[in-house]
């Protein structure tokens, strides 16, 4: 099976701060990387898919990179909404695995 | 509207069993692949399974802590997709989502998503 690490496990940050969330696999994964958030009592919502392209509708403040075993997440400019848990999930291979989440908390 | 919605959740006791339907609507349903994903209580989430189309072959994978013990299944006559758990351990406390796969082409690749997900049932295994 495909681990996947995230760090940091959590991080507190205020609003116009930049944030970058790592996650890297235990093997090459290409980029069959997805992200999710998901904020407490909610299911995670897809974010970006292929480790770089855009859900519809997601707003242009997130990007991600990477490819192979080493992945980011950046939200260019923190805004209030933002403050959630964030995975990482690959797709390469079966079973299916996410990182431990990402806690986004307020400063 | 495009939704799932999750049923059949509740209290049951070390070693029972339960499950879980999922009625899905606004979409065509026995076209996709389905999974079914939990995250227990204050934890992350955990793959559970998924089972594909049977225009893909109707085949059914597993994570290693449910197999043998829960089995997916799909009525596409009726829209909905099951989760059946027998040998229910304390572990297996979890909400359970269940979940439209999609696969979104980029750059010649096809990247499957977990693009829809259900409000979740909550499960609670007693010891």
């Known amino acids: 099976d495909i681990q996947m690490t995230q760090s940091p496990s959590s991080l507190s940050a205020s609003v116009g701060d930049r944030v970058t969330i790592t996650c890297r696999a235990s093997q090459g994964i290409r980029t069959y990387l997805n992200w999710y958030q998901q904020k407490p009592g909610k299911a995670p919502d897809l974010l970006i898919f292929g480790a770089s392209n855009l859900q519809s509708g997601v707003p242009s403040r997130f990007s991600g990179s990477g490819s192979g075993t080493d992945f980011a997440l950046t939200i260019s400019i923190l805004q209030p909404e933002d403050f959630a848990t964030y995975y990482c999930?690959?797709?390469?291979?079966?079973?299916?695995?996410f990182g431990q989440g990402t806690k986004v908390d307020i400063k | 509207e495009v939704q799932l919605v999750e049923s059949g959740g509740g209290l049951v006791k070390r070693g029972g069993s339960l499950r879980l339907s999922c009625a899905a609507s606004?979409?065509?349903?026995?076209?996709?692949?389905m999974t079914w994903v939990r995250q227990g209580p204050g934890k992350g989430l955990e793959w559970v399974g998924h089972?594909?189309?049977?225009?893909?072959?109707?085949?059914?994978d597993y994570a290693a802590p449910v197999e043998g013990r829960f089995t997916i299944s799909r009525d596409d006559s009726k829209d909905t997709l099951y989760l059946q758990m027998n040998s229910l351990k304390t572990e297996d406390t979890a909400v359970y989502y269940c979940?439209?796969?999609?696969?979104?082409?980029?750059?010649?690749?096809?990247?499957?998503?977990?693009?829809?997900w259900g409000r979740g049932a909550l499960v609670t295994v007693s010891s």
């Open positions: 999930q690959q797709s390469f291979s079966v079973p299916r695995t």
């Open positions: 089972i594909k189309s049977y225009t893909d072959g109707g085949t059914t």
């Open positions: 606004g979409f065509s349903f026995s076209k996709v692949s």
């Open positions: 979940i439209l796969d999609a696969d979104y082409f980029d750059s010649g690749n096809f990247y499957n998503v977990f693009d829809l």
